[in-house]
């Protein structure tokens, strides 16, 4: 559209009246709101007005093609084999990413991943990566493409020039209350993963109290969603919908998860985790062309784990990105460095619930993610958890240890903790934390 007969007034009085915009109307306010010709007060307006009185599909088609093609989509062609990336949408203890690419890479499928911050009560891959000393998750695009032909691997963070529009325009929905708004959420995560260069990717839809999108129904409508226009632009896709009411393992905060996925990738993880982790890594292990069922993508993905190939495969992206392979090692050698305090159990019984959402919180106040922005989160905070929904416990029984490089924030965090274990003695059994699977328009009960 050119610039003359282009009218932002026109399309948000179009929006405010429930029409439908035209790709090049999309394509005139994506460009001119990523090129600053777009005031903040009129993408505002326009984003609340698509909030309020929806978008179809064909908008969101044209939302996420456009928002993709405002900065570089990668081509990795050159480099053999099926690339697979996975992308969840984060949950406390959430450490998946870090444990499943090594074994997906490690059965013979490129992953290229590209990767976020902790946001709010959810921790971030890119933090927990840089919990390891001396990682980057920083590299130009010929590094990235270079690493993932010779090792099959690479996890780094958005770079400035894949989907620039999704970043400014995030940092607008978010100051404009219009982030949960199943469109906008879509075309923003599907514009930066369509950018790595990617032929099919996995979708780990959560939903419960440690999950942004809390409410199962509306996470069920997003999975349906971004697998659906993942398809449309041509990338096979499989979307998991997976319960985060409470925390995935026992190790929440950065550096806590790397320790917890280390003991994973060495065939010692807790079961919760390893359920979702293997669910994941099969379907992209069928995706990536190595094997025609899901459970032989399961079966290669325990053998990736029993046989020592992943946690190899881990060390080699530790090595690759400049992490100290020491320290990966040796996982408890950081312990003499942090201050801990236990909370124990004021009450007998039996765990029923450990609430996500406050754990997660509480993961935050103790350091392990960020207030504002600019916070620097301390790498080694976070919390053990001792008990899980099922264990039976006594007055005084250790319930979770928090730790961290300062124990200033112990005190308000250790009141707050408590009320996140819920006590029932008729607690029934403890269901899968996998929901129900989506593939090619179908759920089905896996
Ligand atoms: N994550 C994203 O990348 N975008 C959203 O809009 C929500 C979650």
């Known amino acids: 559209m050119d610039s003359s007969s282009f009218n932002m007034i026109d399309l948000i009085l179009k929006k405010r009246e429930k029409g439908a915009l035209s790709q090049q109307e999309i394509e005139g306010f994506i460009s001119g709101y990523t090129a600053g010709t777009v005031p903040d007060y009129q993408a505002s307006a326009l984003l609340m007005a698509s909030f309020l009185n929806g978008m179809d599909e064909n908008e969101m088609v044209h939302l ?25 949408t984060g949950g406390v203890g959430d450490k998946m990413s870090i444990i499943l690419a090594p074994i997906v890479a490690s059965c013979g499928v490129p992953v290229p991943m590209i990767s976020g911050r902790g946001l709010g009560h959810t921790g971030g891959t890119l933090d927990k990566l840089e919990s390891i000393p001396g990682f980057s998750t920083q590299m130009d695009i010929e590094s990235y493409r270079n690493q993932l ?25 978010d100051v404009t209350a219009t982030v949960e708004f199943i469109p906008f959420i879509a075309a923003s995560i599907l514009s930066k993963k369509l950018a790595e260069g990617i032929d099919a990717l996995v979708l780990d839809v959560k939903f419960g109290s440690g999950s942004f999108m809390s409410d199962e129904t509306k996470a069920r409508q997003l999975a349906e969603t971004l697998a659906d226009l993942a398809e449309r632009f041509g990338k096979k896709t499989v979307a998991l919908l997976t319960d985060m009411d409470q925390p995935l393992g026992r190790g929440i905060g950065n550096w806590p998860e790397i320790q917890e ?16 982790t293997l669910a994941l890594a099969a379907e992209m292990i069928v995706l990536g062309g190595k094997t025609p069922t899901i459970q032989q993508g399961m079966k290669m993905a ?21 992490g100290s392979l020491d320290a990966i090692n040796n996982p408890t050698q950081r312990d003499s460095a942090k201050q ?11 765990i029923s619930r450990v609430d996500a959402r406050i754990i997660g919180k509480m993961a935050v106040a103790l350091g392990a993610g960020r207030m504002k922005k600019e916070d620097i989160v301390d790498p080694i905070a976070g919390i053990w958890l001792h008990v899980k929904a099922g264990d039976q416990v006594a ?44 593939s090619s328009g179908v759920w089905v009960n896996p």
């Open 395 to 438: 007055v005084g029984d250790p319930l979770a240890v928090l730790q961290a490089t300062s124990s200033e924030p112990f005190e308000s965090v250790s009141k707050r903790i408590l009320s996140a274990f819920e006590f029932d003695e008729d607690i029934k059994k403890i269901p899968s934390r996998i929901k129900d699977r989506y």
């Open 261 to 276: 996925s280390i003991a994973c990738l060495q065939g010692e993880g807790p079961d919760d985790v390893m359920e979702v």
């Open 64 to 88: 996420t093609r456009t928002m993709l093609h405002s900065g570089r989509v990668l081509d990795l062609h050159n480099i053999p084999g099926l690339k697979v990336d996975k992308h969840s």
């Open 149 to 173: 032909a010779d090792i099959g691997l690479v996890m780094i963070g958005q770079t400035e020039d894949i989907a620039p529009a999704d970043k400014k325009l995030y940092a607008l929905r």
């Open 302 to 322: 325990q053998e990736a784990v029993v046989s020592g190939a992943a946690w190899a495969k881990f060390r080699a992206l530790v090595a690759a990105q400049g």
């Open 340 to 350: 801990t305090l236990s909370i124990l159990a004021t009450q007998a019984g039996r």
